[in-house]
């Protein structure tokens, strides 16, 4: 059986129950909300951005919000292990992680930013970081992101949809589908939950209301209708216009896995 990002972190943060009293020296697993900083002029404050670490055993990836739109990507290069306080002692401007268990940790990074109105220029910048909160974009986004794929027999568009290729049109689609299969997209991703959509294109994505019910044949993201051809219950077209022509976007239902999983694996291996 597969073992998903998911299924490590779930993994780890059990693991780490018993010792969380006891124990602040483990390495950080799971999804850790910023949550205050310690500012160029020595000052902690309430964080000023919407902005969490999803630490895996494989990557440490960055998650941001703004408004309803967010951004996933890989700005730290290591793997957050605990490295306690104390200065690297091959590396003194290396990333620490400390006074860390399942509830939260502290980050301590070297800043050469100039001007910037919350981070030093060479010097030390320290975050805090917790678990188990969220934004409500945040909280949206991520459990759709990393929830195993839903299905609902009355709503057939729930779950979890993977963006493989694009046709023209819709002519000797069993021969195009080969081809697709060849070298099919990554990264694209469309999560219909029943209160709200989740589209994502590789390192972004926004969340939009949804119909209630849905209508199999068309649905809409933000200002944008999108007619639907159904190829199988697992595949279908959606139609798209630009440039006045008419495309379609292929997307696959996602029956094994996360969309979380798809998009770090791209991270591990890039």
């Known amino acids: 059986m597969k ?3 998911i299924n490590l972190m779930a993994t780890a943060a059990i693991a780490l129950m018993p010792a969380v009293s006891m124990a602040q020296t483990e390495n950080p697993r799971g999804v850790y909300k910023l949550t205050g900083l310690l500012d160029k ?11 969490y670490k999803i630490c895996t055993d494989s990557v440490t990836l960055m998650f941001s919000v ?7 990507g890989k700005n730290d290069s290591k793997i957050f292990n605990y490295t306690g306080e104390e200065p690297d002692a091959h590396d003194a401007t290396a990333t620490r992680i400390f006074d860390s268990n399942a509830e939260h940790f502290t980050l301590k990074w070297w800043s050469t930013y100039s001007d910037h109105v919350y ?6 910048c320290t975050e805090y970081y917790e678990s188990v909160k969220y934004s409500e974009t945040a909280k949206k986004a991520l459990d759709a992101m990393m929830s195993p794929p839903a299905s609902d027999p009355k709503n057939p568009l729930i779950g979890t949809w993977r963006l493989i290729g694009m046709m023209d049109d819709l002519h000797n689609t069993k021969q195009k589908m080969k081809q697709i299969r060849e070298k099919p997209m990554d990264g694209y991703y469309t999560i219909f939950t029943p209160s709200y959509i989740v589209a994502i294109a590789r390192n972004s994505g926004s969340i939009y209301p949804s119909p209630n019910p849905y209508n199999k044949k068309v649905f809409k993201v933000g200002q944008n209708e999108n007619k639907i051809t159904w190829l199988s219950k697992d595949l279908i077209a959606v139609e798209i216009h630009q440039d006045y022509r008419t495309d379609y976007e ?11 999983d798809g998009i770090a694996s791209h991270y591990v291996t890039h």
């Not at 002029?41 to 902005?51: A, T």
């Not at 703004?66 to 996933?72: A, K, M, P, T, Y």
């Not at 997307?251 to 896995?257: H, I, M, W, Y």
Request: net charge negative; glycine share 8%.
């Open 3 to 5: 073992t998903t990002f």
């Open 41 to 51: 002029y020595g000052n902690i404050i309430k964080e000023p951005f919407d902005q």
């Open 66 to 72: 703004v408004g309803d739109w967010f951004r996933i």
């Open 250 to 260: 292929i997307l696959e239902r996602v029956t094994q896995g996360t969309a979380f």
């Open 119 to 124: 981070f030093p220029k060479n010097d030390w």
